[in-house]
């Protein structure tokens, strides 16, 4: 991100180029924390449309990835980093939940897109471009706005 340019901006530039909703918005955050952008790039490249399954949002994941760059623990008995990732976790959760209404993929496109005509659907109603896009943003903002 360029001191101009708000992590929604980002987030959505990254989207609009190709790249899944979990990758734009993990690569988007990524430097901050330590991780390259070609890494987060192929680490959350299967987590888009709800890991492929209509389940949990990508762009959700993606966020939580960034929670997990910066709050996660990485020594076994460092039981208060983890205690604190997870509390830092349901709070952004709970957000996306509170301003989206759901983190399931496939409530919030209203179609399933891990079956054939779900995704054909999405496609046809141009969800991934439009829909998408605002959850895409709405992570960043969110995100931004707890201080990540």
Do not use: P, W
Request: aromatic residues 8%; proline residues 0%; contains cysteine.
């Amino acid at each position: 991100m360029s001191l101009m340019e708000s992590g929604a901006e980002a987030v959505s530039a990254v989207f609009g180029s190709g790249f899944n909703c979990a990758q734009s918005v993990l690569s988007a955050f990524c430097e901050k924390y330590g991780m390259d952008k070609e890494t987060a790039l192929k680490i959350s490249c299967g987590l888009g449309s709800g890991f492929r399954s209509g389940e949990v949002c990508g762009a959700a994941s993606g966020a939580v990835l960034v929670v997990g760059l910066k709050y996660g623990h990485c020594l076994a008995d460092d039981k208060e980093s983890k205690a604190n990732c997870y509390a830092k976790t349901e709070e952004f959760l709970n957000e996306f939940r509170k301003r989206n209404g759901s983190i399931i993929c496939r409530d919030l496109l209203g179609v399933d897109v891990s079956t054939g005509d779900g995704r054909q659907q999405a496609l046809d109603r141009k969800l991934f471009t439009t829909t998408c896009d605002d959850f895409v943003r709405s992570a960043a903002t969110i995100l931004e706005e707890l201080g990540y």
